[in-house]
């Protein structure tokens, strides 16, 4: 018997089917891939192939329908905010509040301006809708618009002439700034400004908030001079007055709920699993290992300076030369157990906090700010709630309401009241004191959980710093470069900076596989090197206002490794003595012997007999700065916003003057000229 003939008859009669039938035979191929494809992810995922990117649950894919826009007859006002660490937001919403609470025939809507529109085609047509609107707008950096304005600001300011398009518009604007910074309330002033000019008709005087004394009481002021205003717009004659009818702001707070301490390990392991987010941002940090931590300054120094590099390999995390980096840290375990012994609840309670009622109605109306996930109290404590910065009389009020001593109540009340003004800002404000502090000065306050956090400590922000370092060197690593905080405040408090106390104490992977970590992000940023190499720079950094211009040096050493032909570049660096604090000492040297720095110009503050500043060594190379100036040089500035970078400021505005002849006006001018056209760029702080 043939076996072979006869074993491939029925395989040929397969094949003439096959080719016969083409059709049939794609379906088959692919269906076989797909299966191939779902066996290897499915034993990828099983052998632990996807690292963890963020530590929140998994989130089903939610696609947002726009809204309907109904007709009910009412008035609309929209209340628009740009926020960078919340506060912009809670005005926003506590305006809307006591606005609900006097116009019953108004319907007040808060919207996060990134989540306005998509596009820009989209903001126009949506804004050219609006008949009345609020801005509450935060300014921060070197007078640059948030995170979620950004979008918003760049369209509506820098965009193409419109016009008068905006008539049927009325508005009021309240900015965010401090008054500490050159660029004071710049977002709110510009946008108000271009509101005007594109034909809205502006209802009060733009609001001046100065975070450096005490914002809230800006923003009351000004919330006074918009009510008479709304009234004449949304009330009819035969409304009672507003006078009438006082108001009186609730006191936040979550619903709480409290769960089986049993649950505890396995629920907070959950939330360092990975949640399938593809954008990394400050809603969506990626844990990322401390992979090597080293203190830059001598032994001999009385300060500290942490050079610390986050392992980001196979994070999904990406990074450019002169990004940020957003850190989220801890507080002390030594704050944390002040903090429980104050509130009086065991550290072990497990609790979820939720802005809804048990049957799905929002508290307060919406005002609460998002929920962090179920946790320990210690860990909530460690992880969510700012514990050392002043109290915001908001918060004096929310420990009134639950103090048991009615005198510890009406002090607290005082001092977050009008006539209490002078001496919150004294001896809160002044005297630097923490809300702990505040917290064991008026021992029976003792808010439940869900008013402490809602409403008594803010969410603890991310730290950002300067990335310093350059992929085209580090691909895998963001290096940081902090300088430890540490000082006593005028009440005799030793102060710890948050996250600088972290990094100082982290635990590198090359020390310890049990190594610190932390959920970080990255901010893109307008700090970049011209895209053209040969441009020539100069770089103005002392201390740790050199980290990005560490990254800077890398880049443009990997790019003269390439081959690639490099402009002059000169770099002013300063410290207090070379023996005790002068960082990467080597790095710089070798950069200069490789050809990636053409000049390195020193100044030691504490060496001779006279303190010698970075502006002090430009103004000996004034005649070089302003060669690079005016041919077409970039010319950058990282550092101190108070100090350094206005003595720079004024430095370069003599030698522009001085060495291009020029009076004061056309010296202004051209300077800001430098700052317009992107060549003169600042990373302060």
Known sequence: MDRPSASSEPAAELAALLLANKELTMILTTSLAVLIGCVVVFFWRRSGGQKPRSFEPPKPLIVKEPEPEIDDGKKKVTIFFGTQTGTAEGFAKAMAEEAKARYDKAAFKVVDLDDYAADDEEYEEKLKKETLAIFFLATYGDGEPTDNAAR?????????????????????????????????????KVVDDALVEQGAKRLVPV??????QCIEDDFSAWRELVWPELDNLLRDEDDAPSASTPYTAAVLEYRVVYQDPMDTPALEKSLSSANGNAVIDAQHPCRANVALRRELHTPESDRSCIHLEFDIAGTGVAYETGDHVGVYCENLMETVDEALNLLGVPPETYFSIHTDKEDGTPLSGGSLPPPFPPCTLRTALSKYADLLNSPKKSALLALAAHASDPNEADRLRYLASPAGKDEYAQWVVSSQRSLLEVMAKFPSAKPPLGVFFAGVAPRLQPRFYSISSSPRMAPSRIHVTCALVYGETPTGRTHKGVCSTWMKNAVPLDESD????????????????????????????????????????????ALKEAGVELGPSILFFGCRNRRLDFIYEDELNNFVKAGALSELLLAFSREGPTKEYVQHKMLEKASDVWKIISEGGYLYVCGDAKGMARDVHRTLHTIVQEQGSLDSSKTESMVKNLQMNGRYLRDVW
């Open 152 to 188: 918003f600001y760049k369209w509506f300011t820098e965009g193409e002439e419109r016009g008068e398009w905006l008539q049927n518009l009325q508005y009021g604007v309240f900015g965010l700034g401090n008054r500490q910074y050159e660029h004071f309330n710049k977002v709110a």
């Open 207 to 212: 609001g001046l908030g100065d975070d450096d």
């Open 514 to 557: 049990q190594c610190s970590w932390a959920p970080i992000f990255v901010r893109q940023s307008n700090f970049k090197l011209p895209t053209d190499s040969k441009v020539p720079i100069i770089m103005i950094g002392p201390g740790t206002g050199l980290a990005p211009f560490r990254g800077f040096l890398q880049e443009r050493l």
